[in-house]
């Protein structure tokens, strides 16, 4: 069964606005930055406690990136905040160049990411963030699965040396992590633990994941199931060992397949222990207008598809 | 097809009336949209529904029919702050682009209407996706010069938010468009001072927008774009000054929320989708004229 009950309801990018407060009220370094989107993301709470740590940069996402590099000469601890695309595809070269090839100590956070946004549809739901960000090369990208992980990571990067890209999201979601649950940056949890087959997760896939696994279960399958919070650096050992015992894997993330939390999988597996691997992804496509679990339902990324997955994956062992 | 440049100087009486009535229907069709799915941006499309009206049923030389990707010997229209979609959808299928009763599939799964327009699905009368802001100046200018080399003297039209001048692509967009004397281009600003968390001048003030267009090298007109006797006004003045080799820019100030009382005098209902109470309230204010979708 799943031992992770659902304590209730929230949106990951409402952890952020909680962990972004907290970490402004431990650090004094901590400043933060957004670009019309103080509401969406949830910085209200920050904006207020701390008026003169808070900058408001209007509808300029590329000078956004660069004054939070800048910022960080003299020894500040920006954190940036828009949608995950605006964060990302916008402002590539402006965070390739002044950020981490700087190598300067960013924290890019990033909601909004996906498909779960919904409505706003296709422009604004982006697939390719997670494979951008992790080309970079000293780029740390973390993607929490819930309302409380989100926190805990936000205080985590806070204190991390070093640019971050922080993706999370804009619907309500289960809240299952623990709040008192460790969180280290880099280490993979795992969930359940099983035999049969290794399934990696991130972001609001995790539960799915959880989901599957319990329906699992009742065909007598066990399924481990790794919440791949942080995808770089990938926590390799985590993965190995895993595979070493169920010999599948099975991926899960709300991004496209190219790029993304599989393809990272797929690379450790190929160069150390090869082993069949399924993708539970968007399949080169862009999105479009829908509710959430209406979208995850027609782009294949719902629990009874993770399910079918590990089947595919188990037959190919 | 009209023959360019045809345009009636002065509107008449009657003319007015129809134009107001398609205007209240718009703005009908806006609000009742929004509140099907709960979610889309209702102030900045309430806001630009005079100017929207004008140019699809009095001023575009256009046929809807026979709408294609090329556009060419037609006006052309880019929607840059694609967020207020429900106007120009709206006016769209009310200007016979395609059946008006699609409008109910907005923002819905497997629609032609997405939340921000598209060309990925083949909506009639969209020619690029906009959504992300500041982008829509720089394809109209392409679009322009497209039909400078085609030798069309037909005119691009693009539309932008005044939040949306905060990115720097348009004043790059800007600049190049007078550096390459784009002048059969026309471009509106809604200069309702609003956006998202506030108002612009708290946000991240323009300053002297007049001035900071001219000084980019544009023809600047200004106009009330709630009113409709002075859209069609400023519309026919800015297409007078085309061909002279500079491009024109109308700055339009709008309210944003217009025509709905409780929706104007602040930035709140930028993207915010009314109740069921605060629709009826909305719709009462605005008569039925051409039939609800
Ligand atoms: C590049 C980019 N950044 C941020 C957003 C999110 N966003 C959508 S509308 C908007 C405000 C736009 O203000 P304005 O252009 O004045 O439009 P209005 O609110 O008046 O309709 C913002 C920030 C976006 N769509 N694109
Ligand atoms: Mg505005």
Known sequence: MNPYPKLDEKDTRSGFGAGLLEAGQRDPRVVALCADLTGSLKMDAFAKAFPDRFLQVGIAEANMMGIAAGLTIGGRVPFTGTFANFSTGRVYDQIRQSIAYAGKNVKICASHAGLTLGEDGATHQILEDIGMMRMLPGMTVVVPADFNQTRQATLAIAVHEGPVYLRFGRPKWPVFIPADMPFEIGKAQVLVPGTDVSIFACGHLVWRALEAAEALLR????????????IKPLDTAAVLSSVERTGCAVTCEEHNRHGGLGDAIAQVLACHRPAPQEYVAVNDRFGESGTPDQLLRKYGLDTPDIVAAVRRVRARR | MPAPNAAPSKVSRASLDELARTCSQVRRDILRMVHAVQSGHPGGSLGCTEFMV???FKVLRHDPKAWNMDGVGQDLF??????ISPVWYSVLARSGH????ELATFRRLDSRLQGHPTTHEGLPGVRMASGSLGQGLSVAIGAALAKRLNGDTHLVYSLHGDGELQEGQVWEAAMSAAA????NLIATVDWNGRQIDGDVDQVMPLGDLPAKWRSFGWDVLEMNGNDMADVLRGLEEARSRTGQGRPVVILMRTEMGQGVDFMTGSHHWHGVAPNDAQLDRALAQ??????DY
């Open chain 2, 98 to 101: 395609f059946p008006v009763k």
């Open chain 2, 180 to 183: 390459h004397k784009v002048d």
């Open chain 2, 54 to 56: 004008a140019l699809y």
């Open chain 2, 286 to 291: 605005l008569p039925e004229t051409l039939g």
């Open chain 2, 78 to 83: 880019f929607l840059s702050n694609g967020h």
């Open chain 1, 219 to 230: 065909e007598g399958i066990r399924a481990e199931v790794i919440n791949v919070h942080t």
